[in-house]
C-alpha cells in the first residue's frame, strides 16, 4: 500500500524528512487530514481472499487521534454526531 498524490492534495507531509515517506494530502481549515491510498495487486487479491488490513500509527505516546479508513472517495468533512464522527451528508 503506498500513499499516492490526488486531485484535491494541498500539502505533503514529511516531504524534507528522509525517515519517513512523504504523504501527499488534504488539510481543511478545521484540520481535517485526508489522505489517498492504493494498493498493490498483490495486495488487492489478499484483501478479496480474506487477508486482513492492519493499521498502525505512531503516536509518539501521546493520545491516539480519531482516524476514518473508508473505501472511494471520503473527501467529504466529518462531523461531530452522537458521539461518533459520520461523514457530513
Given at each position: 500500500m503506498q500513499p499516492i498524490k490526488f486531485k484535491e492534495q494541498n500539502c505533503t507531509y514529511a516531504e524534507n524528512q528522509p525517515d519517513y515517506i512523504p504523504l501527499p494530502a488534504h488539510k481543511d481549515k478545521e484540520g481535517v487530514v485526508t489522505?489517498?491510498?492504493?494498493?498493490?495487486?498483490?495486495?488487492?487479491?489478499?484483501?478479496?481472499?480474506?487477508?486482513?488490513?492492519?493499521?498502525?500509527?505512531?503516536?509518539?505516546?501521546?493520545?491516539?487521534?480519531?482516524v476514518k479508513p473508508s473505501v472511494g472517495s471520503t473527501h467529504g468533512r466529518m462531523i461531530y454526531d452522537n458521539k461518533r464522527y459520520m461523514p457530513k451528508l
Open positions: 489522505t489517498c491510498w492504493k494498493f498493490s495487486i498483490i495486495e488487492r487479491f489478499k484483501i478479496l481472499f480474506g487477508s486482513k488490513l492492519y493499521w498502525q500509527q505512531l503516536t509518539f505516546n501521546r493520545p491516539l487521534q480519531p
